[in-house]
C-alpha cells in the first residue's frame, strides 16, 4: 500500500511560480510512475502530466506544456510539480497519484492517489 501526500499548493497571483511535492511512502518508490491531475470546481478531474518509473520519460497536458515540469527525487521518494507562470485557469485541488504498471495520462489507471492539495490562482 502506498501513501502520497501532497503539499506546497496556495494562493498565488496570475504569473507566479508554484512549487508541489508528492511524499510517498509504503512501497517502493522506484518501480512507480507518478502522475499529477487536477480538479476545479465543478468539472471533471484532468491530467497534468506523468512521469516513468526511470524518470526518463514525461507527459503534459496541452494546457501546461512549457509552464510546468515534473520531476522526482529517489532519495526524499517525492515528485514534484515544478509551476510557473500561473493562470486564473489552474485553479484546482491538484492530486498526485502512482502506480506499478501504468504510465500515461488516464487516472482510472492510477490505483494510489494522495488526498489533494489546492491552488488557488488570483489576478
Known amino acids: 500500500q502506498v501513501l502520497l501526500v501532497e503539499s506546497g499548493g496556495g494562493l498565488v497571483q496570475a504569473g507566479d511560480s508554484l512549487r508541489l511535492s508528492c511524499a510517498a511512502s509504503g512501497g517502493a518508490f522506484s518501480v512507480y510512475a507518478m502522475g499529477w491531475f487536477r480538479q476545479a470546481h465543478g468539472k471533471q478531474r484532468e491530467f497534468v502530466a506523468a512521469?516513468?518509473?526511470?524518470?526518463?520519460?514525461?507527459a503534459y497536458a496541452d494546457s501546461v506544456k512549457g509552464r510546468f515540469t515534473i520531476s522526482r527525487e529517489y532519495a526524499q521518494n517525492t515528485v514534484y510539480l515544478q509551476m510557473n507562470s500561473l493562470q486564473l485557469e489552474d485553479t484546482a485541488v491538484y492530486y498526485c497519484?502512482?502506480?506499478?504498471?501504468?504510465?500515461?495520462?488516464?487516472?482510472?489507471?492510477?490505483?494510489?492517489w494522495g488526498q489533494g492539495t489546492q491552488v488557488t490562482v488570483s489576478s
Open positions: 512521469i516513468d518509473w526511470s524518470g526518463g520519460s514525461t
Open positions: 497519484a502512482a502506480d506499478l504498471s501504468y504510465y500515461g495520462s488516464s487516472d482510472s489507471e492510477y490505483d494510489y
